[in-house]
């Protein structure tokens, strides 16, 4: 059951980062906010690593090729989907946007099912269904509210962080290695990948974004700390079981999006949160259930 407790880490930490990136959205460009969530959390997941080598010494990590990909498609990938999403903070506000990122959950029970060869059971399909219905009452605006685009972006955020998350899973599986060094060496390659391939794509096309994260960089820090925390627990609650259940349980994290946009960004509670917050729990019970 140690899945839960990584998924319980992954969803507090991300709710923090998604918070902070929402307030860097507005002094900085998509791609310099996305650079934020990779730029110093490579030398956090080297030290992860380093420090289960030292207590738990295991084999070294010999890459196939389809590890390779694995790693190369859920790195572009999640570049694109946290991309998405800060694009979706300032087309709505906060909650809205990572609202409307939770179709990941959904989407990537289908995906899994249909190219992955992960079987839910019936429980744990009404645990995905039901929080997807839960989040978009409680982070969605009304029906009349959505614009088409807005809703596009939002299932094409989804699905880049489904994607993401898939072959997270299946280049931790295919590494050769048991738990938790490949969900570790898994984190240190994807975020180390990013990192370069964005200090490049922006220090060729926009000097300028790499200039906004220096002015800001009491807020870059907290971003990369708290997505290298997130990410340690996502990458190894995956590792554990199958992408559509942790992600389900972690939709606990509205519990704490809804708390910070609250306290934190003064964003008012819409009246349907008691409904959504409740279908979230009976959601988190199915899938542990299931």
Known sequence: MAWIFFTFL???????????QSKLSHHASSLAVTLARFILAGPIAALYLALLYH???????HPSDLFALYIVGAAVMQIIATALMVRLFKMNNYAVGAGLAKSEALVAAILGMLFFGSALSLLGWFGVILGAIAVMLLSGPSV????FKTVLMGLACGT???LTSLWVREASLSSGLLFPHSAAWVLLLVISLQTLMLLLYLGIKDKAALVSLWHH????????FTSCIGSIGWFSAMSLQHVAYVKTLGQIEVFFTIAISYLWLKQPVKRRDSLGLLLIALAAIAVMWG
């Open 10 to 20: 992954a969803a507090f930490s991300q709710s923090w980062r998604n918070a902070l």
């Open 55 to 61: 207590f738990d010494p295991a084999p070294a990590l």
């Open 144 to 147: 009349r509210d959505l614009s």
């Open 160 to 162: 880049s962080f489904a």
């Open 217 to 224: 960089k009491g807020l870059t820090t907290w971003i990369s």
